[in-house]
């Protein structure tokens, strides 16, 4: 069975432009949730999705925005581009929002902003 | 607030070596905690899971306890191979900021194993 994919893997953007990152759940899975990862932190919390509707969201700015589909992918937006927001992005899905599931991760988009 | 902290940032061993990996968390009232293993520039791949009301989980040769009250947990890896050298982080869940869906990760231990 196919993981977590995300796409696109790498993506080099400049200050102040938009960018898309695109995630597909695991089969069956229907809860996808965002973190950021800054070399050599650990991952940050953005967003979770469950069915359709936000059930999370981590401290960070109104530029970045989510949304999930009724297939369950998910795609995450981030606008106005700052150098900062050079990091490591990854999806997780689980079956439900429910806490005591586990979470699994795809590979994650690499964005570097120029 | 929720931290998460792992000791030591970097560990380098031979390899056969058993070890272990610390995670301490600040606030005791998590739903669960996880082990993640990272390979450069990679995804997160789940080693463990521990509930709340579990003590320990064993995989193969890896073993992780739990001492919720203590905000404590310990993964033990026995008999290390050079392949087990990656970042291994730990995550808390629990209830933040109204959210029951976001895990708190730790800034991960650097495992090196040399052969």
């Known amino acids: 069975d196919a993981g977590v994919t995300q796409s696109p893997t790498h993506l080099i953007k400049t200050r102040g432009q938009h960018v898309t990152l695109r995630c597909s759940p695991i089969s069956g899975h229907k809860s996808v949730s965002w973190y950021q990862q800054v070399l050599g932190q650990g991952p940050q919390f953005i967003f979770q999705?469950?069915?359709?509707?936000?059930?999370g969201r981590g401290n960070f700015p109104d530029r970045f925005s989510a949304r999930q589909f009724p297939n369950y992918s998910s795609e995450l937006n981030v606008n106005a581009l700052l150098l900062g927001d050079s990091a490591l992005y990854l999806c997780?899905?689980?079956?439900?929002?429910?806490?005591?599931?586990?979470?699994?991760f795809g590979p994650g988009t690499r964005l570097l902003v120029l | 607030k929720q931290e998460v902290t792992q000791i030591p940032a970097a560990l380098s061993v031979p390899e056969g070596e058993n070890l272990v990996l610390n995670c301490s968390f600040t606030d005791s009232a998590i739903y669960n905690l996880q082990w993640f293993r990272q390979d450069p520039g990679k995804g997160l791949t789940s080693l463990l899971l521990?509930?709340?009301?579990?003590r320990e989980q064993t995989s193969g040769r890896l073993n992780a306890s739990l001492d919720k009250s203590s905000g404590r947990s310990t993964l033990y890896i026995a008999a290390s191979q050079p392949g087990d050298s990656a970042t291994y982080l730990c995550a808390v869940r629990g209830n933040y900021g109204g959210s029951q869906g976001n895990l708190i990760f730790g800034k991960g231990t650097k495992l090196s194993v040399k052969p």
């Open positions: 521990i509930q709340s009301s579990q």
């Open positions: 999705y469950y069915e359709k509707e936000e059930r």
């Open positions: 997780a899905s689980s079956l439900t929002a429910h806490p005591q599931e586990t979470q699994y």
